[in-house]
């Protein structure tokens, strides 16, 4: 939490930074008030890259608004439960990334799991993005895991960011992954080259030799789909 406020406070203006604590005084007193301060975070606070490095386009990156929302969750304590059902039903993307983002520094055990499994369930990378962080990794199951890592490839969240890689891959997330490659090498498509981080974990003989094969297809995009995706494999050994 204190690398959180440093970083909020070196990207953050002085007059957000103001009414931040201002907000969190109010909140500290009385946790409904989240109900009209959360979404005032971005236009006070502000959005960019919380890191200014950070390319805006990484849906791993976070926001300045971001932090003040986990910051504000924060100073509710235990009653910030009670909240956040519906700040995240109600709130728009950001306002959902907030409160996902917030889920590891809160005490509340699994009880926030359904609103990472509704996150994970969209099309929102950003969403999926701040759904799978430390939190999800602890609590969910080896299968939800897995599905999750799939999903992630499906919809074009990089992987790489996500937490939990590749030390809570399993032998059939590598399997259902390599399967979902060999699916789309076989329609002439590309992957991205990271997915053999977890596919190389536990390898899964059929579903690579699947793969392999498709070099003999008699079908050119198939065959350049297959040399593709085996030589992304072979640039990480």
């Known amino acids: 939490m204190k690398d959180l406020t440093e970083a909020l406070e070196a990207r953050a203006k002085p007059e957000g930074l103001e009414w931040l604590r201002e907000a969190s005084a109010a909140v500290a007193a009385d946790a409904t ?54 700040l995240y039903r109600f709130g728009d993307a950001a306002e959902r990334r ?31 993005a701040a759904a799978l962080g430390p939190y999800a990794t602890e609590h969910l199951s080896d299968a939800q895991y897995d599905q999750a890592v799939l999903k992630c490839v499906f919809v074009g969240v990089p992987i790489t960011g996500l937490d939990g890689i590749p030390s809570r891959v399993t032998p059939d997330g590598a399997r259902m992954l390599g399967a979902f490659v060999h699916e789309r090498v076989a329609a002439g498509r590309d992957l991205p080259p990271e997915v053999w981080t977890v596919i190389d974990k536990y390898p899964p003989a059929e579903e690579i030799a699947a793969i392999e094969a498709e070099l003999q297809s008699p079908f050119e995009d198939r065959r350049a789909a297959a040399e593709r995706a085996l030589s992304y494999r072979s640039q990480r050994v």
């Not at 976070?62 to 504000?72: E, F, K, P």
């Not at 590891?104 to 969403?127: E, F, K, M, Q, S």
């Open 98 to 128: 907030g409160v996902l983002r917030a889920l590891p520094y809160l005490d509340i055990g699994d009880r926030g799991l359904p609103l990472v499994d509704d996150a994970i369930r969209t099309n929102d990378t950003r969403l999926i």
């Open 33 to 86: 008030v989240l109900r009209t301060r959360f979404a005032m975070v971005g236009r006070k606070v502000g959005r960019d890259p919380l890191d200014p490095g950070a390319d805006p386009a990484d849906v791993w990156a976070w926001t300045v608004d971001d932090a003040a929302r986990v910051l504000l969750l924060k100073a509710a304590g235990e009653r910030a439960e009670g909240e956040l059902a519906e």
